[in-house]
């Protein structure tokens, strides 16, 4: 079975500084990933996916970009964070034949 | 498209109570269903998960069935334990690029 590791587990950061989200992925080969934001309250907003190397696609419009440059590895980034950017962000992983997912353990952001 | 509605919630509970959750979904085709759940400061888990009509999926004492006819996948379990406490998401899966689609969750707490 697949893990995935995500980093850091949190971060505070001033408006207006870049961001860099990094998640890899262990116990598989080309996954389908995926970045969602859980923000205050609990519903989950599918950010980005990504069905291999390059292949970035975003679901809504927003002030943060994703890439993939491995196999296993996506990051998400921001160029300048917003107040809005704040949230929980989570990194997923396509489970094997059933269409589930594997969640990383999060990254915690606050943007002040 | 595809959707999922859930009790929002909270629902709130004494020790050895008995709950259900409801979920019910929208969707073109034959999705998978599940159940996930994140405690308090953790990413998602997956709690069980059934593939096609009737199935049932059932871990830790929690169960759900899959109801084609009345499109639905509630969660059950006798008794809830204190640890029990935390958000559990409905989602369906099957989709374009295997994108799974998510209730908006459900806080339960469970009070000794």
């Known amino acids: 079975s697949q893990t995935i590791h995500q980093w850091p587990a949190t971060l505070v950061q001033p408006v207006g500084s870049p961001l860099s989200l990094e998640c890899t992925v262990e116990?598989?080969?080309?996954?389908?990933l995926y970045w969602y934001r859980q923000a205050a309250g609990r519903g989950l907003q599918l950010l980005f996916y990504?069905?291999?190397?390059?292949?970035i696609s975003s679901e809504v419009p927003q002030n943060l970009s994703a890439s993939r440059p491995q196999d296993r590895q996506f990051i998400l980034s921001s160029k300048k964070l917003l107040l809005s950017d704040s949230g929980f962000y989570l990194c997923a992983c396509r489970d094997g034949e059933y269409y589930g997912y594997t969640f990383g353990s999060g990254t915690r952001l606050t943007v002040v | 498209g595809d959707s999922v509605t859930q009790m929002e919630g909270p629902v709130t509970l004494s020790e050895e109570a008995f709950l259900t959750i409801n979920c019910t979904y929208t969707?073109?085709?034959?999705?998978?269903l599940f159940w996930y759940v994140q405690y308090p400061g953790e990413g998602l888990q997956l709690l069980l998960k059934a593939t096609k009509a009737d199935d049932k999926g059932s871990n830790k004492g929690f169960e759900a069935t899959y109801r084609k006819e009345t499109t639905s996948f509630h969660l059950e379990k006798g008794s809830v334990q204190v640890s029990d406490s935390a958000v559990y998401f409905c989602a369906l899966g099957g989709g374009s690029n295997y994108k799974l689609t998510f209730g908006k969750g459900t806080l339960l707490t469970v009070n000794p």
């Open positions: 990504s069905v291999g190397i390059g292949q």
């Open positions: 116990g598989t080969s080309n996954p389908n």
């Open positions: 969707a073109t085709g034959y999705p998978s």
